[in-house]
């Protein structure tokens, strides 16, 4: 399947790396060890794909249950106008999130809780960098995380 140059982050994807994702959640609320299942769940049993739906995008997590007959999946679809919100829960709790494209970047504006964040989404080669930032904040512990996934 040819990858889209100007969305070159739909495919399937797992995750390889992580800078800061725990201490993300966890400046968030989350317990240190619910912080770690997520982030042992998210590397060892889940997958994403993002795929084109009808005027926006819709990501799909699959979550290998070990022992369970099928796997979890949670689907959510979010319009790519950068103006319509798509209310999802996370593991911080209920969240909006407004989606554009920004040249090739999937850009996510995020309200909830007491922040206003921004997930960007950029890939490179066969990998994609999804960094999250507190809107206005410096690069801190908390404030920053990045999460590296590789092409599947």
């Known amino acids: 399947m040819a990858q889209d140059p100007d969305r070159p982050w739909l495919g399937r994807w797992q ?3 992580q800078t800061g994702y725990r201490e993300w959640l966890i400046h968030r609320g989350v ?3 619910d912080a770690e299942t997520d982030l042992d769940t998210l590397f060892h049993l889940t997958t994403l794909r993002i795929a084109n739906h009808k005027t926006g ?5 699959s979550t290998n249950r070990p022992k369970r007959l099928f796997d979890a999946r949670t689907k959510v679809r ?8 798509t209310i999802v829960p996370s593991p911080v709790g209920e969240t909006s999130s407004v989606v554009s494209t920004d040249g090739a970047e999937l850009v996510h504006h995020v309200t909830g809780g007491s922040h206003r964040e921004t ?6 080669g066969d990998r994609m ?5 507190v ?5 801190n512990t908390g404030t920053w995380c990045q999460l590296e996934w590789l092409r599947v």
């Not at 809107?135 to 690069?139: I, V």
């Open 15 to 17: 995750l390889v790396a």
């Open 31 to 33: 317990t240190p060890s």
């Open 57 to 61: 995008v819709r990501f799909v997590w």
């Open 78 to 85: 979010y319009e790519l106008d950068g103006t319509t919100p």
């Open 119 to 124: 997930h960007r989404r950029r890939v490179v």
């Open 129 to 133: 960098f999804q960094e999250m930032t």
């Open 135 to 139: 809107d206005g904040s410096p690069k």
